[in-house]
């Protein structure tokens, strides 16, 4: 299968402005294309540490839609928790040790009650950032690391 890149952010919908204002015929319609990055992770990390530092780049001006590890072999240990941050900030993404590894499955991962990290999603800043999960321990876990995110929609966000 051919891979086809482009240079987003990609929009779609049929009709790109407002001209009047019945919908389906002249009312702007068009949506942002939600984008996915995935990449293997362990517990360990690159050096044993608890830090696994991915290839998971996320472009200047995204919002971050979805974080979710598909649990392959369950995190082990004294704790099997986790939080998600990028190489800037180990709590950028979530609270530390607010994801459960424990558990084979899909476990989501969300911003928590928290203005600053649900800032975070909804536009990662003005350079990209690099996503790093950070174990509370050492152990045997392995998972399937899926970030879904928006290129730069333009999102208006009050905190």
Avoid: C, H
Wanted: hydrophobic share 40%; net charge neutral; aromatic share 6%.
């Amino acid at each position: 299968m051919g891979i086809t890149t482009f240079s987003g952010p990609v929009k779609v919908g049929d009709i790109k402005f407002t001209t009047g204002t019945t919908l389906g015929q002249d009312v702007a319609n068009l949506g942002t294309v939600i984008s996915m990055q995935s990449e293997t992770v362990s517990q360990a990390g690159a050096g044993a540490d608890g830090v696994y530092t991915s290839n998971i780049v996320i472009p200047a001006g995204s919002t971050i839609t979805s974080i979710q590890l598909y649990i392959t072999a369950i995190w082990s240990g004294v704790s099997t928790t986790l939080g998600v941050g990028t190489t800037g900030s180990a709590t950028y993404l979530t609270a530390a040790g607010a994801v459960a590894g424990g558990t084979l499955g899909i476990i989501a991962a969300t911003a928590g009650a928290d203005a600053t990290r649900i800032g975070n999603w909804a536009n990662v800043g003005t350079t990209d950032v690099r996503i790093k999960l950070t174990s509370t321990n050492t152990g045997t876990g392995t998972a399937v690391l899926v970030v879904g995110y928006a290129q730069n929609p333009n999102l208006t966000f009050v905190v």
